[in-house]
């Protein structure tokens, strides 16, 4: 049979994965990742918590924008809130990220404006943000290319002696590409200080995750070297958490870290995919049930550090900035057409220079033609 | 100045760029302690110690990718490539990354790479070790490619090469890594033409003869034999094959009126056939007779004792000179 055979329930379960918030909101002791929750700063918590749901919000706003024709494709991160924005904000301002394409939250909390979301989805540039402001390489489509640029940025920062890692974003899928493979050999060579964050969200498409892989994808860390924490994806402190320890490992100078976050893809791959054709309702229904959302705002209620006015308050700055996102979005400026010769080279191209003025020309033979009408 | 072979011109010219350019990296395979499989990169390594000359791991697209990276950084990688064959596995990361990131972000990232490739056949080697993929790389945009054709011009085309801030892939023919020839290393790079120009290495007044890399040194032996049968051949070194220079190509071939392209690579979709139809765009009224092209046959690199039958030597050139000449097969063979 050419199917993959069946794999052992070990690569597949959940329930193994590092965490210290059940899927009911109950906080349980994590022996790996106690120690770097410290006192769970309230400030921080809720800080967690109103950039999941923006970013959910954000994520919905993007949907939407795409089925009424604003955007040619949206990729949802629906369910991935907490590996995306837990992550993100145990890292510091100066360490470079390289994004997969589905990392809508990782944009959000470092910081995008409203446009920067959406931009490159419309078709108007193919990176939207300002990747030196937000310290973020562009979203990668060429799947796991990018282990590779946060590997070789990482052993820039070597040589530098500075006090940063880098930090790389990927799906499950993308552990099957030789360029991942071969990030974790050149950073565990080098002992590179880069943190490979692996977002299990159990499909690449059609292709569920034991297509991918006979073993847990944290399993395959350690036989390159590299130690390796498979958490709860849907649990935003374990997130959290998870990136301090694996930074702080970096920071000192022991090398690579990965992460596998297991979580799970709510929606569709993109807006052009159809999930019913592969994956069935009792499989998402089941994972509703362990939304990383509902789990963290449990918890911060029960903590007494939430309340009906602040998920309202924070509900209202999401919708405030969805309509932003929606406005900058149907706003958008198209630049002029000649531009898409521009930006090839730093420097004077003699083959282009010609191209362009000639595009220039006859672009502006139109203008003359409606002149005249 | 000294005499040199195209070897050590290289090794000078990575070692004058990495003094005067802390940013300038090496990484490869077998760089290091060996000097690298031609010794190209021979003493770099004492000189300026493995932070500065990586020994990488034996993989090209994590050799490409981390060159990425550490240009995101901020630094000046020069990848070398261990021979023409294997660049193939870094294919991705050059034509998706590599050429498109200033593009991309809209010049927000640099790529300034350079990726050394030594290239070509004729020297008898095994199989994947005497390719020609120029034209797979002239076709993505975003790239320069740059081919040497003597130690002179390798020393200054990689100077400018690495000083670049676009990326460069930068041919270096293994056929001629131990020829020699006269290099001024403190000459004055901003004295020297820039990278994207050719040159005239001959005057002629009845044949345009286009080439580049090891082929230059067989054109000029084409032109030697061609002028006892009196036939003026102009030869042309595009030393860039992307960007190519069109005006020194077509002043040459509307003074001519016949042009003829010669190169190692394949002859379908190649450079030849960009710079054929470019001519005819350019130069029709020009012309004498139709442009012809004098290219390795449509085949996979045959093996080292058949290599002769698919590299275009002085006799094929010859014939193609006879035919934009409208005469009878007089050149060719002339020379034996
Ligand atoms: C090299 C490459 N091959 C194929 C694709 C098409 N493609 C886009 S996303 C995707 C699935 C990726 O799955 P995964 O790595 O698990 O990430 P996820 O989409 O689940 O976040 C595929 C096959 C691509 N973008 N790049």
Redesign the interface.
Known sequence: MLTPAAVPDLALSVDDAARVLTPEGERIPDPTLDPWLGSLDPGLLRALYRDMVLTRRVDAEGFALQRQGQLGLWPPCRGQEAVQIGTTHALAAADMIFPSYRETGVVLARGARPDEFVMAWRGEAHTAYDIQRLRMAPMQVIIGAHALHATGYAMGIQRDGADEIAVAYFGDGATSQGDVSEALVFSASYQAPVVFVCSNNQWAISEPVDVQSRVPLAARAPGFGIPSMRVDGNDVLACYAAMRWARERARRGEGPTFLEAVTYRMGPHTTADDPTRYRDAAEVERWQRRDPITRFETYLRAQGLLDDDAVAEVAAAADTLAAAVRAACVGAQTRPGVEVLDDVYAEPHTGLAEERREYAEYLAGFAETEERA | MSTMTLARAVNASLRSAMMDDPRV?LLGEDIGKLGGVFRVTDGLLDQFGA?RVID??L?E??I????????????RPVVEIQFDGFVY?AF??IV??VA???????????M?LTIRIPWGGGIGAAEHHSESPEAYFVHT??L?VIAASDPREAYVLLRQAIA???PVVFFEPKRLYHSKGEVDTDLDLADEPPM?LARVVRDGTDVTLVTYGAQVAIALDAAVAAEDEGVSIEVIDLRSI??????TVTASVRKTGRAIVTHEAAREAGVGAEIVASIAERCFEYLEAAPQRVTGHDIPYPPAKLEGHHLPDLDRILAAVDRVMDRPHTLAGAAQ
Do not use: N
């Open positions: 990296l932070a990488t791991p993989a697209s994590g490409m990718g981390t060159a990425v990276g550490l240009a995101y950084r901020g630094y596995p991705d990361q998706c990354q498109k990131l200033y593009y991309r972000t809209r010049g927000a990232v640099r300034p945009a975003g320069r670049s801030d676009d994207g992307s960007p190519v220079d069109y005006r």
